[in-house]
């Protein structure tokens, strides 16, 4: 597919002025028709993809807009959530051939958004907590991971919660967040207002690892009961060390 730098910048004025609703989704769609032309040309061509990339905008979701219009057109009642997403997750579900090709080009040629990155974060989280277990035990730290908190009935908690507090740079921890990511603005104060603040006035004051690092200025809340690490800490202090 070649555009013209006016095609281009036409596209991609739309995308950025438009605002995020299934109408807007069918102006644009009715406006650059260009998916439907390229695949009837050729249906094995990355034609969504090559789209995407074009306009500068991530495949999966690309993939997503597309597919949901072709469930709308389709379907008697509008797709749920959960249908499309289970259709990202797997595009063989997709009953039009063509367009299950193109949804899963995008989907494997996406590095930042959609199932298969969702997947690598997962698995890469689960590998950090695993560590983080391990590290506890290594340490004779008793402990509650969020398996057992929620068998006892709650429904947000930290990764771990300790039995017995700790003390780390003379601030006393009870309970351990484990975070495989870069803690910047952004994310960190996302975090602090959905999962943070409420661990804290649950459980008290608690240890945040963000295993990739963060930016040194957040870490200013170790007063109020939250602080952050980059790696799990060395100078534990425990009640045994206290009273010896």
């Avoid at 495949?59 to 509008?78: D, G, N, V």
């Avoid at 507090?165 to 910047?184: N, T």
């Avoid at 990739?212 to 009640?239: H, K, M, S, W």
Wanted: charged residues 20%; negative net charge; proline residues 6%.
């Amino acid at each position: 597919m070649i555009l013209t730098k006016a095609q281009y910048d036409e596209i991609a004025q739309c995308l950025v002025s438009v605002p995020p609703t299934r109408q807007s989704l069918r102006k644009l769609k009715q406006r650059f028709p260009r998916y439907l032309n390229g695949v009837g040309e050729n249906g094995a061509a990355p034609v969504l993809l090559e789209l995407a990339n074009e306009v500068d905008y991530a495949p999966s979701l690309m993939a997503r807009i597309i597919l949901e219009r072709f469930l709308q057109e389709h379907e008697e009642t509008p797709p749920s959530k959960s249908v499309i997403n289970s259709m990202l997750r797997d595009p063989s579900q997709i009953p039009d051939g063509v367009l299950a090709n193109q949804v899963y080009q995008c989907i494997v040629n996406d590095c930042c958004y959609g199932p298969l990155v969702d997947c690598i974060k997962h698995a890469i989280g689960h590998e950090h907590e695993v560590l983080l277990r391990d590290l506890l035990l290594e340490k004779n730290l008793s402990f509650l991971d969020e398996d057992q908190l929620r068998a006892k009935g709650y429904d947000k908690t930290p990764d771990f919660i300790l039995q017995v507090p700790v003390a780390v740079e003379g601030h006393i921890i009870h309970w351990i967040e484990s975070k495989a990511s870069f803690g910047d603005e952004c994310s960190h104060h996302a975090y602090l207002h959905d999962q943070f603040w409420s661990y804290w006035n649950r459980f008290g004051p608690g240890l945040v690892i963000y295993w990739y690092g963060f930016i040194q200025e957040l870490d200013c809340n170790r007063e109020r009961g939250i602080l952050l690490q980059a790696c799990f800490p060395t100078d534990i202090v425990t009640l045994c060390h206290s009273v010896a």
